[in-house]
């Protein structure tokens, strides 16, 4: 069923309120941050029919939020500093991960081509929603909702956020340590071209640290090197 051009699918929008902590009192705001372009141009929905100037609204949000956040949390710190900090805490693969916290992903709409593609699973598009979805909180509620939703998805758990979307870097650094170097390979891929899962490991010279999958071979050396430093701890 289509609802002035967007899917309605209002139960599994109130399921998805429910994992945000925020009920829209204008629903079709959150419809329209989870339309994708693809999805507006295979229905011929103008070009303002797309989340995309809602990412543009909520990524201004999102770093005022951010910039915030960083600013009073760290006090000693210079403004080069608090510039990467918060340029890792919101970058691409950061906000992919937090909307897939919320499963963000499931609902949004695309086209079916980009659907069929494995389009829901880019960090690109999961992170832009994201983004469009803060902006949309924005215009229903105001500045003070957008920012519990933030610090509650986005700001919240930074050191094991951090550890998951930084972990290539965060296992060099330990093995560097010791004067060693992590080497990636790839085990593995199955699935349809269009939809591929592939198997990583990481290894210390012959021994395995770490194993993981991913929709890329980037996301699954990650996860390899996630599992790894997941080891090395214990």
Known sequence: MRDGGIMNHSTDLNELQQAMGYSFDDVSLLKH????SSYANELRINKTGNN???EFLGDAVLELVSSEYLFNEHKDVNEGS???LRASMVCEPSLAFCARDIS???YIMLGKGEDA???RQRDSITSDALEAVIGAIYLDGGFEPAKKFIM?????DLDNKKLFYDSKTILQEI???DNKTPEYRITGEEGPEHSKTFSAEVLDGSTVLGHGS????KAAEQQAAYDAILRLRK
Do not use: C, D, I, Y
């Open 33 to 36: 941050a989870l339309t994708h």
């Open 175 to 177: 093995l560097q340590a």
């Open 117 to 119: 593609t494995g389009g």
């Open 82 to 84: 608090l510039s990467k």
């Open 214 to 217: 991913g929709h890329n071979k």
């Open 152 to 156: 509650a998805h986005v700001l919240n």
């Open 104 to 106: 963000l992903q499931k």
């Open 52 to 54: 995309e100037r809602l």
